[in-house]
């Protein structure tokens, strides 16, 4: 092709692109064929997933807007058309600054800001581009000098930010922000600009955030320069039904299953947050309500276990009616499946918390129920944590942080709402504090986002549920087995050897209504078959699947 006609093809691709609205940027995501990063690795020409989000783009770019939000689901692409927008922007207009704001006050780059370097660096057009010298991609700068366009990586910072002139700004996770200031300071440095834009791609976040405002003058009417574009479901199901088509229903159903609820509703429903949530409801306090043996053995039945304690430490003197509170629990396997199951031992409230008073009950953890493990919160802890270590326990001081209180209480919600916390009914506070137990999700203001926050109702207290939580975290580095045999010895010679079930054949020879490891084993198998509910299973699929030698295995062949 020549050279003229090359420009002309140029200059006609060039007015296609620069059509008015989502027109040019369709047009653009035809011709240009953008690359994205790819789910399964590598890259992949972006393609549109639904008429809903085509619907949304092109109200966005249709309009007098000089703000766009796309507040969508996670795993929704909201970043990616950001970024789109951004690229075909960079490469239609001349003369223009762009702002790209990163999550942290402390950093200039972001998710969002390598998005669009990595967009620019695998799709053709613009990769020759870059190979020729016509744009530079630098760590936190980007220019295309021949149109006298720029797009730059800033820190969330009003200050950074403050008396730039800008044609376009994009900022993510705007539900995390505490205050709208660094979004007004974009909106202003964009004023001056004829087709200024700022760009917003977030989740929804609780009603106290900045966001919802924006959300609730767009939908007033108020500001006819503001397009809120806001993607959400119903329920789970409605979210499978109708989300796209990459984001598998399993896992899904998965995140469901180990969220917070209204961490999953803002998240993957995209609803927006409400106050304070009860972490358990009533259905779930009752489904832990049940009637066991106090005692260790008797309620591991056979089964590998291991036991924890927890401790939430009070002033002697409490303003506000704390209390030192010690918890003890057993994990095991379920009775009728392989997850942890946890079973309260003991949750004694002190009446004066003196340390002999809980030094003499720890001991008795250790006494009653072979107690291992310890996790002490650090608030009036150090010196038990010190004689803990000192006794042999594996101890552990706590700090009751978000970045602990989370996976401890976490690990707590799931199991009751899951039915593997069970609670007798002789250790009322508990369920008290259950019953008056909450949770709000916060933002942090930081690339960490939302956070859930935990707390007690007013007027309530929460020391059995902390003493709890600590105690089930203390375990949440074993692994049990259904069931364990702490050695096999086989005196046995010759093929019966090689043959018998316990040394890897399929086999029970004659001499095993003799041999002590095999009697061990059909102990086991005895007690796994008079649980209610088992699945029926022979003994040679009892001792391959649930059976595990933790000790030696010595065998005559």
């Not at 200039?108 to 799709?123: N, Y």
């Not at 409801?281 to 276990?305: E, F, M, N």
């Not at 198998?525 to 088992?534: C, I, L, Q, S």
Request: with cysteine; glycine share 6%; aromatic share 8%.
């Amino acid at each position: 092709m020549s050279r003229t006609a090359t420009k002309d093809a140029y200059a006609a691709q060039m007015k296609r692109w620069r059509q008015p609205g989502s027109k040019g940027f369709f047009a653009f995501l035809e011709d240009a064929k953008p690359m994205i990063p790819s789910e399964k690795g590598g890259f992949q020409p972006y393609t549109i997933p639904s008429d809903l989000v085509r619907d949304e783009i092109a109200k966005a770019l249709d309009g007098p807007h000089s703000t766009i939000c796309l507040c969508w689901p996670r795993r929704h692409g909201k970043t990616v058309v950001t970024a789109l927008i951004t690229v075909w922007r960079f490469l239609t207009s001349v003369t223009q600054d762009a702002a790209i704001v990163a999550n942290s006050e402390r950093q200039t780059v972001d998710t969002a800001f390598r998005l669009v370097a990595s967009i620019l660096h695998h799709t053709p057009y613009t990769k020759a581009l870059i190979a020729s010298g016509a744009i530079k991609v630098g760590a936190e700068l980007i220019e295309y000098p021949t149109l006298g366009n720029r797009i730059q990586g800033f820190p969330s910072s009003a200050r950074a930010l403050y008396g730039k002139k800008l044609a376009l700004a994009q900022v993510s996770e705007f539900h995390a922000a505490k205050t709208d200031e660094v979004y007004q300071t974009l909106a202003s440095s964009t004023i001056d600009t004829d087709d200024g834009l700022v760009l917003i791609d977030s989740t929804v976040g609780p009603r106290s955030s900045p966001l919802y405002h924006l959300y609730n003058v767009a939908q007033s009417g108020a500001d006819p320069t503001i397009y809120f574009s806001h993607i959400h479901y119903a329920d789970l199901d409605d979210a499978i039904a109708r989300g796209p088509k990459w984001i598998k229903p399993e896992r899904l159903r998965s995140r469901a299953k180990h969220m917070l609820p209204a961490e999953f509703a803002m998240m993957h429903l995209n609803q927006w947050g409400s106050g304070t949530n009860s972490l358990f409801t009533s259905a779930v306090i009752d489904r832990c309500r049940d009637s066991y043996p106090l005692d260790a053995k008797l309620v591991a039945d056979g089964r590998a276990h291991a036991v924890g304690a927890g401790l939430d430490r009070a002033l002697i003197v409490s303003l506000h009616g704390d209390k030192t509170v010690s918890c003890c629990i057993l994990t095991t396997t379920g009775a009728t499946d392989d997850e942890p199951h946890y079973y309260v031992l003991d949750a004694h409230a002190f009446a004066i918390s003196t340390e002999g008073a809980i030094k003499r009950r720890i001991t008795s953890y250790k006494k009653d129920f072979a107690l291992t493990n310890v996790c002490i919160e650090r608030y009036e802890g150090q010196d038990i944590a010190l004689w803990c270590t000192h006794q042999g326990f594996e101890s552990e001081l706590i700090h009751a942080t978000p970045k602990q209180q989370v996976p401890a209480f976490m690990a707590l919600a799931n199991a009751a709402s899951e039915g593997r916390l069970h609670v007798h009914p002789k250790f009322e506070g508990i369920f008290k504090e259950m019953e008056t137990f909450e949770y709000e999700l916060v933002a942090t203001g930081t690339s960490e986002g939302v956070i859930p926050r935990f707390q007690h109702a007013k007027g309530a207290h929460d020391d059995h549920l902390y003493a709890l939580a600590w105690a089930m975290y203390s375990l949440r580095d074993i692994e049990l087995n259904p069931y364990e045999v702490t050695g096999i010895r086989c005196d046995a010679a010759g093929p019966v050897a090689r043959l018998c079930l316990l040394n890897g054949g399929d086999l029970l020879p004659n001499c095993a209504s003799e041999c002590r490891s095999m009697q061990s084993v059909t102990k086991l198998y005895d007690t796994y078959r008079t649980r209610a509910g088992v699945a029926p299973m022979g003994m040679e699929d009892f001792f391959l699947s649930k059976v595990v030698n933790i000790g030696s295995h010595v065998a005559r062949r």
